[in-house]
């Protein structure tokens, strides 16, 4: 269930009780609590739930789907599951920071193997509660540690999730221009205008690809410029990866802005996920690594870092991250693994050239080449408000009000009526 | 080039780490670890639940199985049924539908949900200021949870009276009277850690009285359920009897010990509320909490623990796996309390026959405790805190010298 990709926040609404009830409700210590906002993507997911229409799509999902619209537990996974099953280990706590075999892996993946970071043992990595909470303990970090700069700085639009958990960390939110609505594309020049305005050492959200909610990537000359410009400017890169492996089907690929930046000297920190590219959405595996000066100040930032996971959680869950490690250490997991990420990607890209044909069997004049040309599970499709509305009361097709789809959600046996519905709603 | 982290200053290890850390290192073959509080079998061993091995082949074998984000709040059937064992399966509120939960990542991860939630609605909008007690002493991560949620004014009540070796009823009555109304006080279920010292049902009855009538709020930690008496009903006698008067209350449970299941973090708080309306707006807002910490929570654990709660077979052969390690305990405590007294090592030992749990107050002075770790390789907490789990029949024997050669020579 994709319960977080909210990308707007609504206020807060007040309860109002009769006043009969009352002195009962004064009696409670809750009594002031306010009913908390719904979730956007939660109740696309739940109206869709609702719907009896056989036909009915739902495309707010933000998890990998296969073609038959199910959920995909990778062949590796299982495989990884039954080696670990047959070990008969024990359940003993977790280091704070982490299984060390995961932390390890994780940081190669993201750096590469050869990577000079590592080899000079001047990153930390530890193990975190999936991509969220990754950002959550980065975000505590810089909060508590970065104290020259209290911005930071997200593309417009980003995840939904970004918003709050750096707010309730203490930073202070900003955006840079990123999404160009009139081109569904990458604002280049928009971007750079916003970036060299930045006030030195805030710190700059970046995805590192597959943008998400858009979809749209900065192509490899376009990040040149955007390194340039942020050492220029002397800001801290945050990169967040989410959907490594998941945006081009090549997990090198798509770490390639993370080790541009390293190279060019940025001392970046870093959040991973591995939700989307091994599936282990709810096994809650990710990484958040700080990029140090040296080995003797990632010791020192370690050892912050363990100061402020203990209480929130004490130590992180074994299951998923003994899964991703058994992958990521087992040559031949290793390659099924890079062999499944590809396929799903694969996938996923052949959904975005289909639905375009389609359109145009349809008959669409509109110019849909942003669907193919955007990257990873989501797709901004450019339709309003009123589209999407039109689409989910007259087609059953599920999204949320920005007109984001996700692609996971497409399939070879719903992409025609998806492309129908689509074209009825904007010819 | 100048690093942003540059004045990042090198933090003190968490205490009970570098413990465990430590003995790691010791190479005397003799050395005995009592510091962290995880069972043992008496080969000294860490031990899978019997019970915990079968569910885990039942989950791989299952193929509709799979490893989607469960919802913000968790795996339904494990909070129903986690709630369950801390209230009872016929408790009044369960049926007044006014009980709800929130799985979280351990213990540590109640007791931070429960904290982040009170110090946002509790008392007015901002609880910065609001006085959160926690016991003297008590476990050393409590000070740290309240305070990274915000709050400011985090007090001891007294709780160990040293000179007695039990409890300063007294002196917690009388904190509890002088305690500014709507204070937090956070109070051990039972298997009070580090001491291993509970109130008297009656004492219990005693101290509700007080915060019943100052207004304090009720937060209970249980991490010890069923590994105090063996009996998970008798354990759970203090937050089931706060129910019945009629509090609102927070309970923090923790499924690391009683299942034996520490690394998957699987931890429930619990929330009685004083009816579902208000249940439902603070279950609202601890959903907005979760998702900015962790989003959504680890489902191995929980799963686990479901199917074993909501399994009639599987449920009684928890039981029972409970009771080996709570008999465990117990038969360490007498053997080592007999040894003392055969040794006639000076002092009174009834202690520990009386403190109950896994963990025992032994009275030994942060020089007794330098001695045992540095001149008898028995690893122990500054504050004499033992792990009876790290007792064995093999071991127990050089345990029970060693603390008579220490307090004979250290004073």
């Known amino acids: 269930m994709a319960l977080l990709k909210s990308s707007k926040i609504i206020s807060t609404v007040g309860l109002h009780p009769p006043l009969g009830i009352l002195s009962i409700r004064a009696s409670s210590w809750w009594s002031e609590v306010q009913m908390g906002p719904p979730d956007p993507i939660l109740g696309v997911s739940e109206a869709y739930k609702r719907d009896t229409n056989p036909k009915k799509i739902n495309l707010g999902v933000g998890a990998y789907r296969d073609d038959q619209g199910k959920p995909y537990v990778l062949s590796c996974v299982r495989k990884a599951e039954a080696q670990i099953a047959a070990k008969k280990l024990d359940k003993e706590y977790l280091a704070i920071g982490g299984l060390g075999d995961f932390t390890k892996a994780c940081a190669k993946l993201a750096l590469g193997d050869d990577n000079e970071v590592i080899k000079s043992g001047r990153n930390i990595t530890v193990q975190t509660i999936s991509g969220t909470g990754s950002l959550r303990i980065g975000a505590n970090f810089l909060s508590r540690f970065h104290t020259e700069a209290r911005d930071v700085y997200l593309p417009k639009p980003s995840w939904g999730n970004h918003t709050p958990i750096f707010r309730d960390a203490g930073m202070q939110l900003k955006a840079y221009t990123y999404y160009d609505p009139k081109t569904c594309g990458f604002d280049f020049q928009g971007a750079l205008n916003d970036i060299s305005k930045i006030p030195e050492k805030s710190v700059i959200m970046l995805h590192a690809c597959a943008h998400n909610p858009t979809g749209v990537d900065p192509r490899p000359e376009q990040w040149k410029e955007i390194a340039d410009l942020v050492k220029k400017r002397n800001l801290l890169v945050f990169f967040d990866m989410a959907y490594q492996g998941f945006a081009s089907g090549d997990i090198d690929r798509d770490a390639w802005a993370v080790r541009y930046f390293i190279e060019q000297g940025h001392n970046i920190v870093l959040s991973q996920s591995f939700a989307k590219n091994m599936g282990l959405y709810g096994e809650r595996v990710g990484g958040f690594t700080v990029v140090c000066k040296d080995a003797e100040e990632a010791k020192r930032v370690e050892s912050q870092l363990k100061i402020l996971i203990r209480p929130i959680y004490s130590n992180p869950p074994m299951n998923g991250a003994r899964i991703a490690a058994t992958i990521l250490n087992t040559p031949d997991l290793y390659k099924e693994w890079l062999g499944e990420v590809h396929g799903m990607a694969n996938r996923i890209i052949t959904m975005r050239e289909l639905l375009v044909a389609n359109l145009k069997k349809e008959g669409s004049t509109r110019n849909w080449k942003h669907v193919i040309d955007q990257i990873g599970m989501f797709c901004f499709t450019g339709l309003k408000p009123e589209q999407v509305e039109r689409l989910t009361k007259e087609f059953s097709i599920y999204m949320t009000k920005d007109g984001r789809i996700s692609m996971a959600g497409v399939t070879s046996g719903n992409v025609g009526y998806l492309a129908q519905g689509i074209h009825a709603v904007t010819k | ?411």
């Not at chain 2, 009592?34 to 082949?57: I, M, S």
């Not at chain 2, 059937?77 to 369950?84: D, G, P, V």
């Not at chain 2, 623990?305 to 796996?321: G, M």
């Open chain 2, 1 to 411: 080039i100048m690093s942003l982290f540059g004045e990042v200053p090198q933090a003190t290890p968490v205490a009970v780490f570098k413990l465990s850390n430590d003995f790691k290192e010791d190479a005397n073959p003799k050395k005995v670890n009592l510091g962290v509080g995880a069972y043992r079998t008496d080969e000294g061993q860490p031990w899978v639940l019997p019970v915990v091995k079968k569910v885990e082949k039942i989950i791989v074998a299952d193929n509709s199985l799979n490893h989607e984000y469960l919802a913000i709040l968790g795996l339904p059937e494990f909070r129903s049924s986690a709630s369950k064992i801390a209230l009872g399966e016929d408790s009044p509120a369960i049926q007044e539908n006014r009980v709800g939960a929130v799985q979280c990542l351990g213990g540590t991860g109640a007791l931070k949900m429960g904290a982040e939630f009170l110090r946002r609605w509790y008392n007015g909008n901002d609880n910065t200021k609001t006085p959160v007690y926690v016991s003297a002493p008590t476990w050393e991560n409590h000070n740290a949870v309240f305070a990274n949620a915000g709050f400011e004014d985090i007090r001891p009540y007294k709780y160990w009276d040293a000179e007695k070796r039990g409890l300063d009823l007294d002196g917690f009555l009388g904190d509890l009277e002088s305690a500014p109304k709507h204070s937090i006080f956070v109070l051990h279920a039972c298997a009070h850690n580090p001491t291993g010292t509970d109130p008297t049902h009656v004492e219990w009855m005693q101290v509700a009285e007080v915060m019943k009538r100052r207004k304090l709020f009720v937060f209970f930690d249980s991490a010890y359920q069923g590994f105090a008496s063996g009996c998970l009903d008798k354990d759970a006698w203090a937050v089931r009897y706060f129910v019945t008067q009629g509090f609102e209350m927070f309970c923090a449970q923790s499924f690391s010990k009683n299942f034996g299941l520490y690394n998957e973090r699987v931890g429930n708080l619990t929330i009685v509320a004083r009816d579902s309306d208000n249940l439902k707006r603070v279950l609202s807002q601890m959903e907005k909490i979760v998702r900015v910490t962790w989003s959504n929570p680890p489902s191995q654990g929980a799963r686990l623990v479901a199917i074993t709660l909501n399994t009639p077979e599987l449920f009684a052969e928890w039981w029972d796996n409970v009771k080996t390690m709570a008999d465990r305990v117990l038969l360490m405590r007498a053997s080592l309390q007999a040894k003392l007294q055969a040794l006639e090592t000076p002092g009174t030992w009834d202690h520990i026959t009386q403190q109950i749990g896994m963990f025992s107050f032994t009275g030994l002075n942060p020089k007794q405790v330098e001695y045992m770790i540095k001149e008898r390789s028995i690893y122990l907490m500054a504050s004499g805190r033992i792990n009876m789990c790290g007792l064995t029949t093999k071991n127990i024997d050089y345990v029970a010298e060693s603390i008579h050669e220490t307090v004979v020579n250290v004073q």
